[in-house]
């Protein structure tokens, strides 16, 4: 088939899922798309990948982040067009719809691009069975608890020796003020749809924050450092917060996740 001249053809089976991907991490690099798809699917190209962008780059679905300049690798985000098309294809997030106003700061980039990191270093350990974003998490939310739940910034399904657990995950980069800490302990108490959260942080003094202002919550908290978790995985350091504080590994801390009685599916909508 011959498309008219200046048109671009979506392929299902390439182009949709890189349009996906991009929406929902909110911020990406070009490196880190490839590594997510090559997760996915075996034989995927690197250079396949960046013509893919391009096309869609140059067809105005995606954007470049001006602060790419920060990065050895180009980030994208997804456009308001870019929303537009997925949701006429009907993947549609009510948590990022194309007439809103806002889709991504500048500033938030870091925090995305984090979380992607986390994702893969699950993926690459062989534990990660499904994940989902901050964006699915609060559509999820919304739909199913009228906004009454945790928006995490993300949730995933780990596969372990004892049987697949659910995990929610927080990436704390910068220190929030007390108010903001009382409202958050309220909704973790509050929240239903996960019985263990691992805090992520970027530095010893935002753990030691987080261990003295989410004291008291009614939920296993533990919190770790990023790059550690990164790096290490299931032998991080984690502390965890509760009258009776200890550190533990990653891998122990698991065993406080909820058990997820279908593992094959790894569904995480209304089990919650």
């Known amino acids: 088939m011959r498309y008219r001249k200046g048109c671009i053809a979506i392929s299902d089976e390439h182009d949709l899922p890189i349009l996906l991907h991009i929406r929902n991490a909110r911020a990406v690099t070009l490196n880190q798309l490839y ?5 996915e699917k075996g034989g995927v190209l690197r250079r396949s990948v960046q013509w893919r962008v391009t096309r869609l780059e140059q067809g105005e679905l995606v954007s470049r982040m001006t602060s790419s300049q920060f990065f050895r690798q180009p980030i994208y985000r997804i456009t308001v ?10 993947h549609t997030l009510i948590s990022l719809p194309s007439t809103g106003r806002h889709i991504l700061n500048e500033t938030q ?16 350990g062989g534990l990660l069975q499904s994940w989902q974003t901050e964006l699915e998490v609060t559509s999820r939310n919304l739909v199913f608890y009228g906004g009454a ?12 020796a004892e049987g697949t657990r659910r995990l929610a995950l927080e990436y704390e980069r910068t220190v ?10 309220e909704v973790l108490n509050a ?6 959260v691992l805090y ?73």
Request: aromatic share 6%.
């Open 176 to 185: 929030k003020g007390s108010a903001r800490y009382s409202e958050i302990r």
């Open 191 to 196: 929240d239903k749809t996960a019985e263990a």
């Open 109 to 124: 980039i870091f925090h995305a691009l984090e979380l992607v990191e986390m994702r893969l270093a699950l993926r690459d």
């Open 35 to 39: 590594r997510l798809l090559a997760g």
């Open 81 to 90: 067009l870019g929303l537009s098309y997925l949701e006429m294809r009907g």
């Open 200 to 272: 992520l942080t970027s530095s010893h003094d935002v753990s030691h924050v987080l261990a003295i202002e989410l004291h008291g919550v009614k939920k296993t908290i533990g919190v770790a450092l990023s790059e550690d978790f990164r790096r290490d995985l299931l032998i991080t350091p984690v502390m965890t917060i509760s009258p009776a504080s200890a550190v533990i590994s990653f891998g122990e801390f698991l065993q406080h996740a909820t058990l997820v009685a279908d593992a094959e599916s790894g569904a995480l909508l209304p089990a919650l």
């Open 149 to 160: 739940a945790k928006d995490y910034d993300a949730l995933a399904t780990l596969r372990t």
